[in-house]
């Protein structure tokens, strides 16, 4: 779009402080091409969510397009905040998170200056899903990108973000490193729990789930394909659930996931669906894009709902 005017939304704390340097290079490559964009730099955390809902209520519809330079969790807070009116203006995507799940779901470059380049030559919108969630008892609602996970997974997510690794090993671009020391300690702490699922009114019951992720596309941690055969743009949701499993199976099972082979293990339950819902009584910690959600009994309802993304 040549008259486009791009309103970017900032986090310099992504990637542990990777994306201040993408931010610079972007900015200057801007300024060279004499691009027209305001940028915003998020100042505390849930404020992606407030200034994406700002920038929607101002800006002129037809020429408007939020760009986002941040992680996953920058991505999260912006959807979120747009909410259903995202619906009238595109998002660009310079992911510079430490997982950039949802731009390897979707197929965005994760060198900066690519993904510029891709946004700046588009021509038109891509449409892809990101997923509507409700909690019943607690009457709330929002979006995720990328997955949300009960039990295991957002243990893991936890752990890593209260981590002190996690800087250090992201200034080496080692940021899935972090993901894996907490996997292995969070496996010895994480009890297996009740679950009841419906998929598209097809319920069923699982004693002893341990991980209980649904996804979006495949990728979640930082590129592990846990759910390869998930399609971002096909509107359907994809669950996984691992029941208890040892140490050894454990390890194998994680060893088989980047070869995309855990999918056959007996313990591994994959399920596609349009509308998935989601119950577990006990209280289990959660997690969304990498976003804690506190630890509770989850009572969820998951369908997909379209967006506008702007990339070539
Ligand atoms: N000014 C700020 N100070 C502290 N935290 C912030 C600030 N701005 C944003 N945040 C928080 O930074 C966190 C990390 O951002 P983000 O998730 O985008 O990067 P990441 O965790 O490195 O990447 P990924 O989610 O892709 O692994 C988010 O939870 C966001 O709320």
Redesign the pocket.
């Known amino acids: 779009m040549n008259n486009a005017h791009y309103h970017i939304i900032f986090?310099?704390?992504?990637?542990?402080g990777t994306s201040k340097k993408a931010w610079q290079q972007v900015e200057q490559v801007l300024i060279d091409q004499h691009i027209l964009y305001t940028a915003y730099?998020?100042?505390?955390?849930?404020?992606?969510a407030i200034l994406a809902s700002e920038i929607i209520q101002n800006e002129q519809k037809e020429t408007g397009i939020i760009l986002v330079l941040?992680?996953?969790?920058?991505?999260?807070?912006v959807m979120n905040g747009l909410g259903n009116e995202q619906t009238s203006i595109p998002i660009a995507y310079i992911?510079c998170?430490?997982?950039?799940?949802f731009a390897r779901g979707v197929g965005i470059s994760r060198k900066p200056l690519v993904a510029l380049e891709k946004i700046l030559n588009a021509t038109e919108a891509k449409t892809f899903d990101i997923v509507h969630y409700k909690e019943k008892e607690q009457l709330k609602e929002g979006y995720f990108v990328n997955n949300i996970g009960i039990g295991f997974d957002a243990a893991v997510v936890k752990k890593t973000n209260h981590s002190t690794n996690k800087e250090a090993l992201?200034k080496y671009k080692l940021?899935s490193l972090s993901y894996l020391s907490s996997v292995i300690s969070v496996f010895f702490k994480q009890k297996p729990f009740p679950i009841d699922i419906e998929i598209d009114g097809q319920q069923q019951h699982f004693e002893d789930a341990y991980l209980v992720t649904t996804s979006n596309h495949p990728y979640f941690g930082?590129g592990v394909p846990i759910i390869p055969n998930a399609v971002v743009d096909d509107g359907l949701l994809d669950l996984i659930i691992v029941t208890k499993i040892n140490f050894l199976y454990f390890l194998w099972l994680f060893m088989m996931m980047p070869f995309k082979k855990h999918t056959a293990f007996k313990r591994v339950h994959l399920f596609q669906g349009k509308v998935i819902k989601l119950y577990s009584p006990t209280l289990e910690d959660g997690q969304a894009?990498?976003?804690e959600l506190g630890m509770k009994s989850f009572d969820f309802e998951f369908q997909t709902v379209k967006r506008q993304f702007w990339f070539r």
Request: proline share 3%.
């Open positions: 986090n310099q704390h992504a990637g542990s730099e998020t100042e505390f955390i849930g404020h992606g941040g992680g996953d969790g920058t991505l999260h807070e992911p998170g430490s997982g950039n799940d992201n940021g930082g894009d990498g976003e």
